[in-house]
C-alpha cells in the first residue's frame, strides 16, 4: 500500500506530505483546490514524461516522493531490483522519488539509487493502477485483459505449461537456426571453429598460468643483474675487504675484551654471536640463489614466446586465460555440433514436430477453457454495472485467435461495452466518457477484487453523470474494493466520500501573497462538515444528511470483507 506520498514545488503545492490509511481513502475539495495534483504527482512516479511549467513559480526544482509498503506485493519485486542493480528494500519499505528541474535535469531514484524512466515506470505497473481520465489504465490493455480473463478463471496454470512449451520451442529453433546455414557458410563455420578449438588446445593452457610464466620471464630476463648482485652481495659478507666478517670478527674481540672488563656486557657479545650465525645464514642463502641464476638465452626465447601466446590468444578469445578456455569449451561444443549436423537436425526437427503437437493440444485446451470462463465473467460485470447506473448496458469479451503462438496461448481477447441499449459494444478503450470509463473500471476491480494483484487503485472522476443510489453503489463497491486492496477517490459525491475509511479534503488559500494548496485528514466532525458542503451548504438538513451518510457506511472491516468474497463469485 501506498503509505506516504510528499510533493514540493509542484504547480500550487509548496511543500506537502500525506499520510495515506489501508483500506478507502477519499479525497475532496472545490473546484480548482489541487486535487488533479495528486493524480498529476502519482503519474510523475509512474513514469509519465514531466511538464517542467508545473515547477511552481520560484522555485529551481520539483520533487515527488512516496514510500510503499510492499509486505504483501505479489510481484517479483525483489529480483527485479537485483537485476537492475538497485538497492533492496528496508523493512519493507519501497521509496520511489523523482526530481526535474527547470533547467532540464530529469532524475529518478528507487530506494536511494538512481534508475531509468522506464525503470520506474515497470516498478509503477506493479503498485498503481489509475482510473480515469488517465493513461495509466493496465484494464485497457488486450494483453493485461487477457491475463485477467485466465485469472478470474483460474487458469494460471495451463497458461504457464503453454508458456513453457513456448520458450522450449523458441530455444530448439535457435539452435536450428545456426545449423541451417548454406554450404559455403557451414565450410567456413567449420574451418573458423577447428582452427579456434586447435590453437586453443594445442596451447595447453592452465588457468592460472600466466602469473608464473610473467614472474619467470622476469627473472630469466634479467638473469645477468641478478647474478651480478648477489655476487656483489657475497663479496660484501667475506670477500672483499674490509668484509663485514672480518669487521664482524673485530667486533666480536672488541666485545669480549669489554665481557672481561664488566661481566653485564655478556649479553651484548651473545647478541653479536647471533648475528654473526644470521650473517653466515644469509651468506649461504645467497650462494644457493647465486647458483640457481641460469643465464640461459633459449629459456628466456621459451618464456617470451608463451607469453606471446598468452597475449595473442586474450587478444582473440577473452580477458583472461580463464575466458580463453571456456571459449575453447564452446567452440568445441559448437564443432561437435556442427559435425553432426545432420543427425542434430534430425533429433530437433523431431523435438519439433512433438512440440508442436503438445503446443496445439494445450492451445485448443487454453482457448476452451478461455471460452467457458467468458459468460461467467461477463454476467458478474453487468450485474455490478448495473449497480452503478448501467442499466441496459452490455458488458463482453470477443476472443478470436491471433494468428500467430505466444507465450499466452493462441488467442487474443478485447472487452467490449455498450452503455446503451441498441448501441453496437465497442472496445472499451475506445469508450469516449472518462466518467463511463471509470466505472466500468470499478466493476471490473469489484468482480476481480480477488484476483487482481495491483495493491493501489485509485480513482478520478467515477461519479461524472451519475448520482442518487447510483452513488451510494458506488461508495459501496469502493469499500468492498478497498477490502482487499488500497482504494484513493477523488470524488465530488458526498456518498461516495462517506464511504470511506479516510476523508481528506484539498483547500486552496493565499499565505503570504502566494497561493498555496494544503491537504489535511478530517476528524468525525469535520467529516460531518465537508459532507454539509458537498451536500449544497451547512444548513442543519445538509448535516443531518451528512451525518445519516456516514452512519449508512460503518460496517466493520470483517463483515466489509466478506462482502467483498460474495461480491466476487460468480
Known amino acids: 500500500m501506498l503509505t506516504t506520498l510528499r510533493i514540493k514545488n509542484l504547480a500550487l503545492v509548496a511543500d506537502l506530505a500525506l499520510e ?36 511552481r513559480a520560484g522555485a529551481d526544482a520539483c520533487t515527488v516522493e512516496t514510500i510503499f509498503d510492499i509486505s504483501t506485493l505479489r510481484a517479483p519485486l525483489k529480483s527485479f531490483l ?5 538497492e533492496p528494500c528496508e523493512e519493507n519499505q519501497l521509496v520511489l522519488k523523482r526530481t526535474f528541474t527547470a533547467a532540464g535535469a530529469n532524475r529518478q531514484f528507487v530506494n536511494g539509487s538512481p534508475t531509468t524512466l522506464q525503470t520506474l515506470a515497470a516498478i509503477g505497473d506493479w503498485l ?27 487458469l494460471e496454470k495451463p497458461r504457464a505449461q503453454f508458456a513453457a512449451l513456448t520458450r522450449a520451442r523458441a530455444a530448439l529453433e535457435t539452435e536450428k537456426s545456426a545449423l541451417i546455414v548454406d554450404e559455403k557458410t557451414y565450410a567456413q563455420q567449420l574451418d573458423l571453429l ?17 602469473v608464473q610464466v610473467e614472474q619467470d620471464h622476469q627473472r630469466a630476463s634479467n638473469a645477468a643483474r641478478l647474478l651480478e648482485l648477489s655476487q656483489s652481495a657475497l663479496g660484501l659478507l667475506g670477500e672483499d675487504e674490509p668484509s663485514l666478517f672480518s669487521q664482524a670478527g673485530a667486533l666480536g674481540r672488541t666485545l669480549q675484551e669489554l665481557q672481561r672488563v664488566d661481566a653485564a656486557a655478556a649479553p651484548l657479545a651473545e647478541l653479536h654471536g647471533q648475528s654473526v650465525a644470521q650473517l653466515r645464514e644469509l651468506q649461504s642463502e645467497l650462494s644457493r640463489y647465486a647458483d640457481r641464476v641460469d643465464i640461459d638465452p633459449a629459456r628466456l626465447a621459451e618464456l617470451e614466446e ?11 578469445y577473452g580477458v583472461s586465460l580463464a575466458e580463453v578456455i571456456a571459449f575453447g569449451d564452446e567452440a568445441k561444443r559448437k564443432l561437435q555440433g556442427l559435425e553432426s549436423r545432420d543427425a542434430e537436425l534430425a533429433r530437433i526437427n523431431a523435438e519439433l514436430v512433438r512440440l508442436d ?4 493440444k494445450s492451445g485448443k485446451e487454453l482457448t476452451a477453457a478461455r471460452r467457458k470462463v467468458i459468460p461467467k465473467l461477463t454476467k458478474a460485470v453487468c450485474l455490478q454495472l448495473a449497480d452503478l447506473g448501467f442499466k441496459q448496458s452490455q458488458f463482453d469479451v470477443a476472443l478470436s485467435q491471433n494468428g500467430t503462438t505466444s507465450a499466452s496461448g493462441f488467442d487474443q481477447i ?16 475506445a469508450i469516449a466518457s472518462s466518467g463511463e470509463m471509470a466505472r466500468v473500471m470499478l466493476a471490473l476491480k469489484t468482480v476481480l477484487a480477488a484476483q487482481d494483484e495491483v495493491p493501489v487503485l485509485v480513482f478520478d472522476e467515477v461519479d461524472a453523470n451519475i448520482g442518487g443510489e447510483t452513488a451510494h453503489a458506488v461508495g459501496e463497491k469502493m469499500r468492498q474494493i478497498a477490502a482487499r486492496r488500497q482504494v484513493l477517490c477523488i470524488t465530488h459525491l458526498a456518498p461516495v466520500a462517506a464511504a470511506s475509511d479516510a476523508h481528506y479534503v484539498v483547500n486552496k488559500e493565499v499565505k503570504d501573497d502566494r497561493t498555496v494548496t494544503d491537504i489535511q485528514l478530517l476528524d468525525k466532525k469535520q467529516r460531518v462538515t465537508e459532507l454539509a458542503r458537498m451536500l449544497g451548504g451547512q444548513s442543519d438538513a445538509s448535516r443531518k444528511h451528512a451525518e445519516e451518510l456516514l452512519a449508512r457506511h460503518r460496517l466493520p472491516l470483517e463483515n466489509r470483507d466478506a462482502k467483498a468474497k460474495v461480491a466476487s463469485v460468480v
Open 414 to 429: 478485447e472487452f467490449l461495452f455498450a452503455p446503451n441499449l441498441g448501441e453496437p459494444a465497442c472496445a472499451l478503450r
Open 20 to 55: 495515506l490509511r489501508p483500506g478507502f481513502n477519499a479525497i475532496t475539495g472545490e473546484t480548482g483546490a489541487g486535487k488533479s495534483i495528486i493524480i498529476g504527482a502519482l503519474n510523475l512516479l509512474l513514469g509519465e514524461r514531466a511538464d517542467r511549467t508545473l515547477i
Open 194 to 210: 577447428r582452427h579456434q578449438v586447435s590453437e586453443i588446445s594445442a596451447a595447453r593452457f592452465q588457468a592460472d598460468e600466466e
Open 306 to 316: 608463451r607469453l606471446n601466446l598468452i597475449h595473442s590468444l586474450k587478444r582473440k
Open 82 to 86: 537485483d537485476e537492475n542493480g538497485l
Open 357 to 360: 503437437a503438445e503446443l496445439h
Open 128 to 154: 498503481v493502477d489509475m482510473h480515469g481520465p488517465h493513461d495509466h489504465q493496465s484494464l485497457l490493455q488486450p494483453a493485461r485483459q487477457l491475463a485477467i480473463l485466465d485469472a478470474f478463471g483460474g
